[in-house]
């Protein structure tokens, strides 16, 4: 499905979607410990389609490129990327490899653990990236739940602005760093990038570590519900987060990240593009589900306009 009517797309979502199998429990259980949760509930997810999805509700013109299995997750999968919108005629259909599965549980306040099995997300190789797609778009964003060497091509190929989330947190090289514009890792991503074993609580701690990191990158450090902080060369701004009633935390990082980039992309400085992505993502940990729960631009704006 391409958008004809807007014209080419203007952010490009290069990353993974999964099936997300939720089960809610009274509490995250302890390593050996079996917890008995309520009813489970399918809803399609993935820090890529999700991204994808959080950009389109936001109005921004979006193509997902990725990889399917030939099953029914699959065409749950694009189905709903479609519906809200995005572009997937760079979605590649792998025969005999079952699509993407996360596993979560979320507790009684909203926070989650999450276990991927890829599948064909790992078949998103470097070789099967539109050059020219990337190459157009004004914004390229980009994760890691997919091949790493693909990340660093992806990024080599983006002939504008590239958003990297590196989630799930792992030791990134240079070669990936240096084309990154805007770096958008949570706490323990930012522990793992600075080789540190506990993640930083105080922000002086956190724009310290930031402004170590290699590159040159700006960097907006996801809080959850202290909201974000901005560090530029011009200093560090932080954006508190709105008072909400958490439901599930799933997809809340990756709600930010599609509307700081839409924001971008459509003229916001970095500071008001995370005011932005802070009141969406603030919207979506009221909805269970990591799609489902992404907010439509008009819900982020009126929460904007209510707290200004």
Known sequence: MRDDAGGEPQLVVVGSTNLDIVVPVRHIPRPGETVVGDDHFRVPGGKGGNQAVACARMGGRTAFVGCIGDDDAGRTLRDSMERAGVDTTSVEVIANTPSGVAL??????????????PGANSQLSADRLPSALLGGA????????????TAVRAAELAGGSVVLNPAPGRALP???????????????????LSGRD???QQLEEIEALARALPGSARVVV???ADGALVIEDTGAVHVPAHRVRAVDATGAGDTFCGALSVALVEGADLVEAARTAVAAAGLSVTVRGAQPSMPQRDAVER???ERA
């Open 104 to 117: 979560i549980v979320v507790d009684d306040e909203g926070e989650n653990t999450v276990t991927v099995s």
């Open 138 to 149: 004004a914004a390229v964003l980009i994760q890691l739940e997919i091949p790493l060497e």
């Open 174 to 192: 240079d070669a990936l760093l240096r084309h990154v514009d805007v770096l958008v890792p949570n706490r323990s991503e930012l522990a793992i």
């Open 198 to 200: 506990e993640e930083p």
């Open 222 to 224: 996801t809080l959850g």
């Open 303 to 305: 929460l904007l306009a």
